[in-house]
């Protein structure tokens, strides 16, 4: 396996903080997460951040950790969901690193998140809409990653296998 990155991206509530920190102990990488060097470097929650200082900021933010983390090698990369919305951000990222789209159905996102109270952008009434909104203005974004690999119904195990089988092709 090359020591390109191993960047996972797909939308909230997907798992890939699960994913990235098992494939970091199978591959015995380090892995870095988008969302923990923001909080870090900000020193609050990202629903702090939001709501507190706004998306605008938090992108920008976002922005910075995602040019420092492009910097590194053989690591795992775990990104916010929104880290796509930026093309310098897809485009920096796939430089160093090959980009698998975890993908998964709303109504399993949905189920995913439901008990989970921390994602600001889907803290409306209506979340499931919300989901199915999102994901579809972001569907060709995620796309562009160089793999998708399907999660519904998959163990953790078998998502990292999966992913280790097609890295083992470059
Ligand atoms: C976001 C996803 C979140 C976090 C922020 C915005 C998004 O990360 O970065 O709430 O725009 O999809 P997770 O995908 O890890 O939940």
Known sequence: MSAKNIVLIGFMGVGKSMF???LGNILNRDVLSTDDLIEQKEGRLVSRIFADSGEAYFRRVEREIVREVSQRKDVIIDCGGGVVLS???TASLKKT???IYLKA???RIYEN???QGHRPLLS???PRARIAELLAQRKPLYEQADYTIETDHKTVEQVCEEII???SYE
């Open 97 to 99: 690193g090959t980009l």
């Open 124 to 126: 409306g009434d209506d």
């Open 165 to 167: 089988t097609l890295l």
């Open 20 to 22: 990235s920190n098992r």
């Open 87 to 89: 093309p310098e951000n």
């Open 113 to 115: 998140i439901k008990e």
């Open 105 to 107: 159905s709303p109504e």
